[in-house]
C-alpha cells in the first residue's frame, strides 16, 4: 500500500482525490491537511464520505506530513506550494500539485501572469508536467509532478496530435473553452453563489486567463517552436465539465484523414481518450470519469478544422488526472482506481 | 412624489426594492446605504440597472435618513432594525420594516424564536403588520409597517379564509413549503454556492423555522384562538418562487363548495390574489410579479383540503409587498408600480 | 453467471438498469428489447455507454426471451405487463416487472386508480412485493417479483418502523414528497421539456397519485388496519433524486427514544439504509446510489414526528431495487453491483 | 389601434409574441393561429396570460387573417412561409415572418443551407432584412419584412461596425455562440428533455448551422465583398439568452480605440444597444429585454479583437425585434412596448 496524504483536502479538488484515493484498491490515506476546517472530521464536511473517510483534517504541515507519507497531493491556492515544497522534503516525498506553481518551466512567465513571485526556482527544472498521455515516461521517475490545470488538459489533449504532426498554421488557433462552476472552487465568492450564476452564461479570463500560457508551453514545445494562441473561458450553469472547442487553419493540402490519422496515432491505445470522429461530445457523457472525449470536423468552406474535447474538471482535469500520475509514478496500473464511463447512462 | 430611502439596498431584497422603486411613478429615490458597499454606485453592483439607479451608497445612518425621506424601507438582518428605529424618527418618516422585528406583537414569542433581545419593544404596540390583504386600513394609517416573511406571506393568504370562515380543524394544518435560493439572501455563504444547491433537494430549519410564530399569531388572530401549527420549508434549485402546499382536516359538513365560497368571499376583489381552483400553481407562473396564485382540492378520502399558495419570494413575499404597503400608506393605487402578471408566458 | 434480458430498456429506468447490469459480475445481459428503437444498438442511443453494452435492440417478445434468459425485468407502460406475463413464462424465467402491475394485490383497487383492466389478475397471488427490507424471504423464492414505485420505496421505507411499531396515529400520515425529472420517463411531452421545468417547482397528481394505494396497501399491512393516507408528489428542476417528507401525530407517550428505537431496530443491518437521526438529508447526497438515507425530528409543540426520506429515483427507487432483487432471488449476495455511496463527495 | 395577428402563436417565440404584444398600448391582437392547439384558448396553453390574451386559436389561414389584419407575424418553420405568402396578401397585409424563408436574397443559398425548395422566389427581391439598427429606412416603407434568426441578431450587430469600418481581417472571423434551451423551440423532441439538456454543455450544428450564411451575407453586404466566416453553435442548461464571442484579427495599424470608435459611431444613438466596452456581458443582464449588450476586448499578444454580443433570444432574437420592425414599419415609436431593462436586478 502505498500511504499518500492531501494537503488542501476540503476544496472541490481535494475532496474529489480524497474520494477516489478512499476507493484506490493500492492505497492508504494517512493525512489530511485543510486551512478552514482543522480539527473536524472530513465526513463532517462530505456527509456522504460518512464511513468511506473519517479522518480529521489536520494543520498544513507538509515537513511533517513528508515523513508519514510517499506521495502528497497538493490542492492549494497558487504561490502557496512554492513557498512550501523543498529538495529535503522531495528527497524523501513524491509531490504531486494540483496547483499552478511548478507548471511553467519559466519562472518568468509564471511571475508575469500569476503577479506574484516564484519562491523555489530552482526545483522548476525537476519538475515534470504531469500530463499523463504526453510525459508518461518521465512521470514514471519524478519526484515533483506538476498537475496540469483543467483547461489546458483538455486544449492541449484536443490539440497536440494537429499541432505535433504539423497539420495547423499555429498562429490560427483559438480555443473557446466553457467550464461548469466547480471550476470556481469551494471559497465563498459571491461571483459563486446559486442565484449569481444560474441562469446565465458569460466569459471571463479574456486574454488573461492564465491557463493560456500552460497551452502555449506545451503545445510550443510539441513543435520546438513559440507559439501564441487565443484562450477564451466561460462559465457554464452546471456543477461540472469542460468543453474545449478549438479552431485552426489547416495547413496547404491538410485533409479530413490527416486529422483522423493524426488522432489514432496518437491516441489510440489511450485508456483514457475517446475518439468520437464527427459525433459531438457533451459535458454530460464524461462526467463522474477521467476520460477525455475528442471529436473533430473539417470545415472545407473555411479551410478550418473545429476540434472538441471534453473532461470532467474535476476528475481528468484536475483529481483523477493526479491519481493517474501517481499510479505512473508508482507503477500500481495506470487506470486502477480511476473511471472510464460514467456512473450512469444518464 | 414619495422621497424613499432604502436601508440595505444591495441584498436581494433590497435591489428588487430599488428596482419596483426606480420604475414607480410616484416615488423618488433619495437614500441608499449599504453596509459592505459605502460609496460605490448601485450599478456597479448591479450593472443592469446602469442609467436606471445609479446613486451612490451611503453609510446607514436611520436617523439623517428620516429628514430627506417620507418613508424609509428598511432590509437589515433580524435584530438591527430594533436598534435602530425610534419614535423621534417614526414621528416624522414611515418606516416600511422588511425584517423581522416588528412582525410578532409578543416580545417574549420573538426572543424565543430569534434567540436575541428586542430592543424597543415599546414600538411593538404601534406597528402594524403589513400584509396588505388583511390589514389595508391599518396600513393606510400607521408609520411602523412590519412588511410579512416570504414563507409566511404564501402561508397566511393561502390559509386565512378557510381559516377565518371556520372551515377547517386548526389542530390539523401542516404547511410544508418550498422556496427557490434569492430566500437565503445573498450573503457568501458556502451553503448558498452554486454547486451546493444545484441538482439537490432538502429540508431546513424543521420544527424550528422562525415563520412559525409569525404565521401562528396571523390565523390564530383571525379566530381569536390560539393555533399551533407545523411549517417545513425545503430548498429548491431555482433563483425564485415559494410553493406552500398547505394540509388541513375539514370540519363537519364542510365540502368543496364552502371551500371555493370562502376563497371568493375573502379574495374576489384583490387585484394581487389569483383564484385558480383546481388548477395547480407552477412558481414559474408567478415570477417577477406581485401575484399570489391559490389553489385547493379536497380529498374527500381523508376528509382533508390541500390548499396551495405560489408567489415570487422577492415580490409578493418582500420588495412587491413592501411597495404594495407604501402605495397604501401613502394613497398612491394599491397597484401602482407593481407587476401582476409575468414579463413573458415562459 | 445468471442469464437477463431486459424489455423496454431504453427508458431512463431501464438504461439505468442496463448500466448496473452491464457492471454486474455475475450476469450477462442476452436480451434488450425497446418498442421505439428496435435495430439500433443500446449504445447508439446512450453513447456513453459504447463498449460497455453495444447489443441491437430487439422486438418485445417475452416469450422468446423467457427462453434465452433466467430472469426478465420489464421497465413498460403500466397495462402491458399484465397482458403479456403468463404462467408458461413465470414456469422458466423470473419476472422482475419494474410497472405497477402486480404492485397491488387487490385487482379492483388497480383497476380503479389506473383506470384500466387487469389482464393477468390470477397470477396477483404468486406475486411478491419486491421491498427488500421488508420482503426478503419471499423474494429469495418468488418467480413474480413486483419492483415497487420510487415515491412509494422511499416512503415506506421512513414510515414502515414507525408504523410498524404502534407510534403513529395512522389517521394523521401526510406524505409530502418531490422528485427529480427523470421520474418524469424519457417520452416526448411538453411537459418534461426543459424550458417547461426549470426554474419552477409545482405539486402534481394531488389526492389522486397512484402511488397512494401501494403505499396504504404496505403500511396497512404491517398492522393488519386499514390505513388511508395523503400523498402529495411535487416536481423539483433536477435531474434525480426524490425527498419524502412524512408527518405524523404521535400515539400518546411516544417520544423521540422510541422513533430512535424503532429504526435501529428495523434497520441497524441494512446495507442500504443510513440513519441520519436529526441531520437532514439532500438528495444530492444518495444520487447514483441505491442507499436511502432517513432522518427524524419529534416537534414537542404539535406533538408529530417528521421523518425524511432520501434516495435516487433510478436506483433504489427503480433500476437499483430490481438489481437487489435480482440478487436476492438468485443469491448473488444482496449488495453485488450496486453502490452505496456517491460517486463524488460534491 | 394597428390589428395584428399571430400565425405560430404557441411555440416559444409566437408566445413572446403574444405577450409583448398584448401590453402594446397601439396594437388590437385580431387572430392567432396554431397548428397544434386549434379550438383552445391561448390562456388554456400559457395559463399565466389568463385575462391577459384568452382569444381562442385558429387554423392557421394567412388568406383570410390578411383581411383583417394590418399586420401578420409568421412563426413558422421553415419552408411553410415560402408556401403561404404571396404578392395579394402583401397588396394589403404587412408580413414579418420570424422564420428563415425570406432572410436569404438568394435562393439558391437558401435551398442548399435548408436543404428544402424555395416556393415563392419571385418575393425575395421585395422583402427585407429586418436587422432594425442596420435597415430602418427599408423597413419603414416594406410589406415583407424577414426578421433576423436570434443567433445572426447578436452576431450582426456585433460585429458590422468592425466590419464596416475595415477594422478586421475578414477571412479570420470566427463567431462562437452559446444559447439557452428556448433556442430549440416548444417541439417534443428527446433532445430538448429536461433531463437530456441539464447538467451538460455540447455544440452542435458545427460547419453547417443555418444562420451562418445569414451573418456572411449581412457583413458581406456592409463591405461589397465576399465574407466566409466560421459559425459555431453551443447549448447551454438555461432557458433564455446568446451570448456571442466573435475572434478576428486585426488589420495592421488597427487600435483599441479605433474599435472603440467604431461601435460609438455605429451606435451611439441606439436605444436597444448598450456599449459595455472591456465589461464583460452576461446573458442575465438583457434577460427580457429587447437589449443588445456588447463588449470588448484588443489582444495585442496575438492581434486580435475579442467582440462580445449578449441578447435574450426570444427578445430581441425572434419577437422583440419583430414588434421593433412593426414599430418602424407603422410609426409606432421604435421602442414601444419594447423593455430595455431587465425586470429585476437579478
Chains 1, 2, 3, 4 share one sequence.
Not at 494537503?7 to 492508504?28: D, E
Not at 519559466?106 to 523555489?120: C, G, I, L, N
Request: aromatic residues 8%.
Amino acid at each position: 500500500m502505498v500511504n499518500v496524504g492531501i494537503i488542501g483536502a476540503t476544496g472541490y479538488a481535494g475532496a474529489q482525490l480524497v474520494y477516489l484515493l478512499s476507493h484506490h484498491p493500492a492505497v492508504s490515506i494517512m493525512y489530511l491537511a485543510s486551512h478552514s476546517y482543522v480539527g473536524k472530521r472530513f465526513s463532517d464536511i462530505y456527509p456522504s464520505m460518512k464511513g468511506l473517510c473519517d479522518l480529521t483534517l489536520e494543520e498544513e504541515n507538509l515537513e511533517e506530513a513528508s515523513y508519514k507519507c510517499s506521495v502528497l497531493f497538493l490542492a492549494l491556492p497558487h504561490g502557496m506550494a512554492s513557498k512550501k515544497v523543498n529538495a529535503d522534503i522531495l528527497s524523501r516525498c513524491v509531490i504531486i500539485d494540483l496547483g499552478a506553481d511548478y507548471r511553467l518551466s519559466d519562472a518568468s512567465t509564471y511571475e508575469s501572469w500569476y503577479k506574484t513571485e516564484h519562491f523555489s526556482k530552482e526545483l522548476l527544472s525537476s519538475s515534470v508536467y504531469g500530463l499523463c498521455e504526453l510525459y508518461r515516461e518521465k512521470i514514471a521517475t519524478s519526484n515533483l509532478i506538476a498537475n496540469p490545470g483543467c483547461y489546458t488538459t483538455c486544449s492541449i489533449l484536443t490539440l497536440a496530435p494537429l499541432v505535433g504532426e504539423h497539420l495547423l498554421d499555429t498562429s490560427s488557433i483559438i480555443i473557446d473553452a466553457a467550464s461548469g462552476v466547480t471550476g470556481a472552487g469551494r471559497s465563498e465568492k459571491i461571483d459563486s453563489l446559486f442565484c449569481e450564476c444560474n441562469e446565465s452564461f458569460k466569459a471571463y479570463g479574456v486574454t488573461n486567463h492564465r491557463h493560456t500560457p500552460e497551452i502555449e508551453q506545451e503545445l510550443s514545445h510539441l513543435v520546438q517552436e513559440t507559439i501564441v494562441l487565443q484562450f477564451t473561458p466561460h462559465l457554464v450553469p452546471m456543477n461540472r465539465g469542460i468543453l474545449a472547442t478549438c479552431y485552426a487553419n489547416l495547413k496547404d493540402g491538410v485533409g479530413e484523414e490527416d486529422i483522423e490519422s493524426a488522432y489514432h496515432k496518437w491516441y489510440a491505445s489511450e485508456a483514457f481518450i475517446r475518439l468520437l470522429g464527427s459525433k459531438l461530445p457533451e459535458t454530460r457523457f464524461v462526467k463522474g470519469t477521467n476520460t477525455c472525449d475528442i471529436a473533430w470536423k473539417v470545415d472545407k468552406r473555411t479551410n478550418r478544422v473545429i476540434a472538441f474535447g471534453a473532461i470532467d474538471n474535476l476528475i481528468k482535469g484536475a483529481a483523477g488526472q493526479a491519481v493517474q500520475n501517481m499510479n505512473i509514478r508508482f507503477n500500481l496500473g495506470e487506470t486502477t482506481g480511476l473511471p472510464a464511463n460514467v456512473e450512469s447512462p444518464l
